[in-house]
């Protein structure tokens, strides 16, 4: 079964302080794996797409980084407008071609605090 | 980037009746997703609507309660039918264009 687990769950971090957010899943065959950022009562914002492992996005103070198993969203010094859910999903991949849907994990509830 | 509208924004529902989301794209799409996020969870797909044929309905979701229209390209409605407190959600619209996934900025619904 296709399954996606974020870590971790919520994440408070001082002005500066660098981090890490955490993707790890499991899907029989991956289309592409995916970024969001949500703050409350809007909907996601779209932040990357990665395909392949190895593969490296970046914007601003966000790097995210995937394996053959995880991704990775990296903070580099963070500032308090960076406080946000940010949601990852996997598109697993349709052998008989078109679209699949996104299959999302629970979100890392980020805060930075000044 | 598509650019995708929805309305309403919010409502409030008496349970018993129903709710017609609207969803507008700001280019011809193929395919609009309506996902569902629960009060403090993430996103669940609810079904896929492809212009001209049947919405594909995932797992734990049926016409009768979500019935969905594509009537073009641009536009589709999702129905949220005889409500209860349980369909309180925010409700979201999205998109695919080449590499990127768009969503609109949701529909909260609460039902009393």
């Known amino acids: 079964e296709d399954q996606v687990t974020q870590s971790p769950e919520a994440l408070r971090l001082q002005e500066g302080e660098s981090s890490s957010l955490n993707c790890s899943y499991t899907?029989?065959?991956?289309?592409?794996l995916f970024w969001y950022r949500q703050d409350p009562g809007k909907g996601p914002e779209f932040l990357f797409t990665l395909y392949s492992a190895g593969e490296e996005k970046e914007k601003e103070r966000l790097k995210a980084t995937l394996t053959k198993k995880e991704s990775f969203l990296h903070i580099t010094a963070p500032k308090p407008e960076d406080s946000a859910t940010y949601l990852c999903?996997?598109?697993?991949?349709?052998?008989?071609?078109?679209?699949?849907?996104?299959?999302f994990g629970a979100g890392t509830r980020l805060a930075v605090h000044p | 980037s598509a650019v995708i509208s929805q309305k309403p924004s919010r409502d409030i529902c008496q349970r018993g009746t129903s709710l017609t989301i609207q969803c507008q794209v700001d280019?011809?799409?193929?395919?609009m997703f309506w996902y569902r996020q629960q009060p403090g969870q993430s996103l669940t797909l609810i079904a896929t609507?492809?212009?001209?044929?049947?919405?594909?309905?995932e797992s734990g979701f049926v016409i009768d309660k979500f019935p969905i229209s594509r009537p073009n390209l641009t536009f589709s409605t999702l129905t949220v039918s005889n409500m209860s407190p349980e369909d309180s959600s925010i409700y979201l619209c999205?998109?695919?264009?080449?590499?990127?996934?768009?969503f609109g900025q949701g529909t909260r619904l609460t039902v009393v």
């Open positions: 999205s998109v695919e264009d080449s590499s990127e996934a768009f």
């Open positions: 999903a996997v598109q697993p991949y349709l052998f008989s071609g078109g679209y699949n849907k996104l299959i």
């Open positions: 899907v029989s065959g991956l289309r592409g």
């Open positions: 280019s011809q799409v193929t395919m």
């Open positions: 609507a492809n212009q001209g044929s049947e919405a594909t309905y």
